[in-house]
């Protein structure tokens, strides 16, 4: 499957909000944000920051066609890291290889836009699917909170 993964522009924010808010409605123990409490703001985080193209967070969109579906943001965090965050694929395109082409976008963006040498992200220990597919791009845990667990590529 073709999917083309870019940087969110205003013109996307109406796709971006439905995508992130399916991708709460759908699966709340996966994101640590609340479904009704995002669907009542007038903009959410990284609408705020798509709207002013903000360049210390990108959200990279996959596109089928001129359809959305699937999210990854990648923000800096400092010491040269980037966190990706709000990672979602829609349940159709899941295991076509397109949260594989968002970890190779975020490595790109995190090199070329933000001069990072790490990717770092949290996932929770439960959502294994989620933690092989981080371990097959050569993630690793690093470190873990009371309730995720970090995880970290080294960029070469």
Do not use: W
């Not at 109406?14 to 409605?25: D, K, T, V």
């Not at 959305?68 to 709000?86: D, P, R």
């Amino acid at each position: 499957m073709e999917v083309d993964v870019r940087a969110l522009t205003p013109a996307d924010l109406p796709a971006y909000r439905e995508i992130r808010l399916e991708s709460l409605r759908l699966h709340p123990d996966c994101f640590g944000a609340s479904y009704e409490e995002q669907r009542c703001m007038p903009q959410m985080h990284f609408e705020r920051n798509i709207a002013a193209q903000n360049p210390q967070h990108t959200m990279l969109g996959a596109f089928d066609g001129e359809a959305l579906i699937g999210l990854c943001g990648v923000s800096e965090i400092g010491n040269q890291t980037v966190l990706i965050t709000q990672m979602y694929v829609q349940g159709a395109y899941q295991g076509l290889g397109v949260g594989q082409a968002f970890i190779e976008a975020a490595k790109r963006t995190a090199a070329e836009s933000h001069q990072a040498r790490r990717l770092q992200l949290d996932v929770y220990p439960q959502n294994l699917a989620a933690k092989r597919s981080y371990e097959k791009a050569g993630f690793q845990v690093t470190d873990q909170t009371e309730d995720e667990l970090i995880m970290t590529l080294v960029l070469s």
